[in-house]
Each structure stands twice: as structure tokens, then as C-alpha cells.
T-cell receptor, first 108, second 114 residues
């Protein structure tokens, strides 16, 4: 079993839809949780960062962490074609682990 | 502007050749990392360095070597011992206490064996 599991998709939605991206993990020691966005042929960029459990909102993006279920989510409201990218979850306790990434396409 | 610069963007390697990928950062970060990205496998850690003149093997270090002679620079050499080097290579940097702020990534180098 991988430490971090992420459905690779691909996921295709119409413009304006709410997108839900998820990861599960097995290491209960993880304290820091991140989401990165990676456009094609580019390096990942940090999108959201959360410490421990709870929600964090930034514009159209909301990150949720449920440590009791070992489950994290990223919600994108009013999705736009410019949101089309691969989204990687990551988590750390001093040693960063990444999910495989979910490829998202938002169609106009 | 602060950031990480990787070069070259594309690199072609012949069988039996060693090649070196460059990574330079001006963020004053202590820690630097090299990852390999293959389709469907996410990011796999090759090597990392938390301080000048010191580095540690990651999960897939075989066939790779690094040096950290300057804080700003962390070059990766893909040696002929790496049998399947075709991949997208990403360099990253971060502050100590690694989980505290996430990583900054470069734009990557795509290496292809010809």
C-alpha cells in the first residue's frame, strides 16, 4: 500500500462546475498537508497549505483535512478552463510525500 | 525575482553517457531536492541536501549522483548506471523544518535517451 493514494483520473468537467479532488494516506504522523498545481511541462506550484485538521479557503479553492479518516480534499468552485492542470496532494512530517496527481480538464 | 532555475529544459542522452542537470536557487533556502516524475507515479525523491557539503539518498538514488558545494546550487548527474533515465526531473528547495512552508519547484528538465 502506498503512503499516499490519489486517483490519477483523468477528470473532465464543464466550466462552472464544482470540482472535488481527494487523497487518502496511511501515516497518521503527517501534520502538514499541501496541494500543488502543475501545468503541462512545468514544475508544480504550491496552491494550498494546511496544518493539521480543518478547512482553509482561498478564493475559489477550499482545502479540507480530516485526520481521523486520513483523508484530504481540494474543492474548486466555479471551475475555469485555466484550472486545467494536474493537481498533486502532498503531506509531510519532515519527510514530504506526494500523491500521483489527478489530471483535471475544465471544458468551456 | 526569487526562484529556482533548472537547465536545460530538454536534454538528450546517448547510451553510456553521463549527463548533468543544473539547479540554481536564489531564495536563500537551506534545503534542496531532486525528484523524478514518471506518468502515473507521482514524484519520487532521488537525493536531498539540507546543508552545504552534505546530502542524503532518497528513495531511488541508484544511478544518480549530486554535489552541494554552494548553497545556491545542487546539480544532479545521471550516470550510465541508470538504466531507465527517460523522465521529467524536478528540482525543489525549501526552508528547514521542511513541512512548514512547502517547496518551491523549478520548471523541470525533460531527459530522453536516444
Amino acid at each position: 500500500q502506498k503512503e499516499v493514494e490519489q486517483d490519477p483520473g483523468p477528470l473532465s468537467v464543464p466550466e462552472g462546475a464544482i470540482v472535488s479532488l481527494n487523497c487518502t494516506y496511511s501515516n497518521s504522523a503527517f501534520q502538514y498537508f499541501m496541494w500543488y498545481r502543475q501545468y503541462s511541462r512545468k514544475g508544480p506550484e504550491l496552491l494550498m497549505y494546511t496544518y493539521s485538521s480543518g478547512n482553509k479557503e482561498d478564493g475559489r479553492f477550499t482545502a479540507q483535512v480530516d485526520k481521523s479518516s486520513k483523508y484530504i480534499s481540494l474543492f474548486i468552485r466555479d471551475s475555469q478552463p485555466s484550472d486545467s492542470a494536474t493537481y498533486l496532494c502532498a503531506m509531510s512530517t519532515g519527510d514530504m510525500r506526494f500523491g500521483a496527481g489527478t489530471r483535471l480538464t475544465v471544458k468551456p | 525575482d526569487g526562484g529556482i532555475t533548472q537547465s536545460p529544459k530538454y536534454l538528450f542522452r546517448k547510451e553510456g553517457q553521463n549527463v548533468t542537470l543544473s539547479c540554481e536557487q536564489n531564495l536563500n533556502h537551506d534545503a534542496m531536492y531532486w525528484y523524478r516524475q514518471d506518468p502515473g507515479q507521482g514524484l519520487r525523491l532521488i537525493y536531498y541536501s539540507q546543508i552545504v557539503n552534505d546530502f542524503q539518498k532518497g528513495d531511488i538514488a541508484e544511478g544518480y549522483s549530486v554535489s552541494r558545494e554552494k548553497k545556491e546550487s545542487f546539480p544532479l548527474t545521471v550516470t550510465s548506471a541508470q538504466k531507465n533515465p527517460t523522465a521529467f526531473y524536478l528540482c525543489a528547495s525549501g526552508t528547514q523544518g521542511v513541512g512548514s512552508s512547502g517547496y518551491t519547484f523549478g520548471s523541470g528538465t525533460r531527459l530522453t535517451v536516444v
